[in-house]
């Protein structure tokens, strides 16, 4: 295993450098396979142990790193040892590389590269992650669609490192557009429409009710009769009102089910009004809350104190915003769940309002608001469906679902499918969620299905392909399936290329654990399944002397499996054939 062979490493610089492992560890890392070209298995920076104290800072680098090197003698299993550029670079004996590492794939291994040496340095806790976050009665946009396979994404890999994970939901469930609605669905509401459809004729309802109040003062004083009813806790109101909430939750899980998705609690800002207000008077007894000219309550969150950036926590008539409900819901949290740390995934135009969320939240006491974190993401650019703009989540996943059909029935590779349909789905997902994970979280993207769902290139429908693929070869040669296996019969440059590869699989997931972005995850499986066509094309397993089969078909296991993993990881479900 990749620890191993670092701890290995360690072992030997410790001595040299009379220093522990564990500060020598952190500048140890894999080395990036290049296409054909040679490289070797790790290097150390200098530069890391020079700012951990480990080495002096004083000199010129590149003499300090020669003269380590000269220091360092190779041995059985470290086979060479060459100074590059401020590092030292390592090669593993071949051998005992490829046996190390493909060992663990001699059963399925699905813990492959979790327990490493580096992962178990983080810190485990409860992570509670917050995404999707729909609103009752409004659009699922686009924003919605990433903040839940982003925050679904975060959740898998969190629980994969060890952390109790808590997903949560925080539903869109109050404010002035209940009032609307309730007022709006009395006029144009059907129960048996919202029995058959209930997402769509909330949503009609809503854009109808706001259409007419627009030139409508009767019903737009309606609105704020029902919503203050709401906020008193009228009976047939509430009432109303929570049938709404349960029949929206229950199409959304029927829907989130289709995307692989799913939430231990259904949070809501409806929960916390109440906290809202005790929030407020928090805030006063702390003689942080002002009271502004037009009469709202403000928070002075400027350096200078001369209410240069203020967040405002109450309205001019006595009621709290989305911030309040925001400030109350994370202390309930904490309360509730006692997270060690908390994740919102929203897209960037609420970074402010997450900021704010923080500094209040530090400012009334709360030192546990350092380990509160938004993940922002930028806007996704045209994403339209059949019937033109994105209104429903459901709509999405049918179009992706179609259009993949449609391709997999124009291709000659397609196999002979037991449900087409749930193939199409599955792949159309994976491409959507691919194309959403490749870059920064924060860049804005322009959506285009042909590109997304292109065979070749770097799409989900590649991954999928590369992975059927190669459940496909170890069926065909399940008989080959054995225990050992001899690794000196991998010694081509595109077998050792895959082994190098994996070396990198746990750095990868620690550095997507440190800075919450797929896009090392995804890049690394996608170029995985590149070396894994170059070796597919040359290191055949059919007709090869059985031994040799035998290590090939070890190597195609060992991708396949960190393929599967790493594919489940970021919330797709990886297709047996295709
Ligand atoms: N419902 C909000 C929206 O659609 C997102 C909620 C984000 N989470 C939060 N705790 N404020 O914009």
Redesign the pocket.
Same mark, same amino acid.
């Given at each position: 295993m990749a620890c191993l062979l670092r701890r290995t490493i360690a072992a030997k610089l410790s001595r040299t450098l009379q220093q522990p492992e564990e500060l020598l560890l952190p500048a140890l890392s894999a080395v990036p396979v290049f296409r054909k070209q040679q490289t070797p298995d790790f290097k150390l920076a200098l530069s890391v142990l020079r700012l951990n104290g480990s080495l002096p800072t004083t000199g010129d680098i590149q003499l300090q790193t020669e003269d380590l090197t000269r220091q360092l003698k190779p041995d059985n299993v470290i086979e060479d040892i060459s100074a590059g550029s401020g590092a030292i670079n390592f090669t593993i004996n071949r051998k005992f590389l490829i046996q190390k590492l493909l060992e663990p794939f001699g059963n399925s291994d699905a813990t492959f590269g979790l327990n490493s040496e580096l992962l178990n340095t983080l810190n485990r806790g409860t992570t509670l992650v917050?995404y999707s976050?729909?609103?009752i009665a409004k659009k699922f946009h686009a924003g919605?669609l990433r903040s839940t396979i982003i925050g679904n994404f975060i959740a898998n890999l969190k629980q994969a490192l060890g952390n109790k994970v808590i997903r949560m939901n @925080?539903l869109?469930d109050w404010g002035m557009q209940f009032g609307l609605l309730g007022a709006g669905f009395t006029q144009f509401g059907s129960y048996s429409k919202l029995k058959d459809n209930p997402l769509q004729h909330l949503f009609e309802v809503y854009v109808q009710v706001n259409r007419e109040a627009e030139h409508n003062d009767n019903l737009r004083q309606e609105a704020r009769d029902f919503f203050r009813k709401l906020e008193e806790h009228d009976t047939e109101a509430m009432s109303l009102w929570q049938r709404f909430r349960d029949i929206t939750v229950e199409e959304y899980q029927h829907v989130y089910k289709r995307l692989g998705v799913y939430f231990d609690v259904y949070s809501g800002e409806s929960l916390h009004q109440s906290q809202a207000q005790e929030v407020v008077e928090q805030l006063q007894s702390r003689g942080l809350l002002k009271t502004t000219e037009k009469g709202t309550g403000v928070v002075d969150l400027s350096i200078s104190g001369d209410m240069s950036n203020v967040c405002t926590v109450l309205r001019s008539d006595g009621t709290t915003l @989305?911030i309040t409900r925001?400030i109350a819901?994370a202390i309930d949290r904490k309360d509730r769940y006692k997270f060690t740390e908390m994740i @919102?995934v929203?897209d960037k135009s609420?970074a402010n309002h997450f900021q704010q969320l923080f500094q209040v939240l530090s400012g009334l006491g709360h030192p546990w608001a350092e380990s509160c974190r938004h993940v922002p993401f930028g806007l996704v650019k045209g994403m339209k469906t059949r019937t033109g703009e994105v209104v429903f989540l459901e709509d999405v996943l049918d179009e992706a679902r179609t259009r993949m059909l449609h391709n997999m029935s124009q291709s000659k590779t397609t196999k002979e499918l037991e449900d087409p349909e749930d193939t199409a789905e599955k792949v159309g997902l994976s491409a959507l969620i691919v194309q959403d994970f490749k870059g920064p979280l924060h860049s804005d993207y322009s959506f285009d299905w042909d590109r997304i769902l292109q065979a070749q290139g770097d799409t989900g429908v590649f991954l999928q392909y590369t992975h059927a693929r190669l459940c496909s070869l170890l069926q065909k040669n399940e008989d080959l399936e054995a225990a050992h296996f001899d690794p000196s019969l991998l010694n081509e440059p595109s077998a050792i290329s895959i082994v190098q590869h994996l070396l990198r699989y746990d750095e990868v997931l620690h550095q997507s654990s440190q800075d919450l972005q797929p896009k090392h995850l995804v890049n690394f499986l996608l170029k995985l399944c590149h070396l894994t066509a170059s070796a597919h094309r040359e290191l055949p397993v059919k007709g090869s002397p059985a031994e040799v089969a035998k290590a090939r078909r070890r190597l195609f296991k060992g991708s396949c499996s960190v393929l599967a993993n790493g594919i489940k990881l970021l919330g797709i479900t990886p297709v047996q054939k295709m």
């Open positions: 917050e976050s729909p609103n919605h @925080y869109g @989305y925001d819901a @919102y929203t609420q």
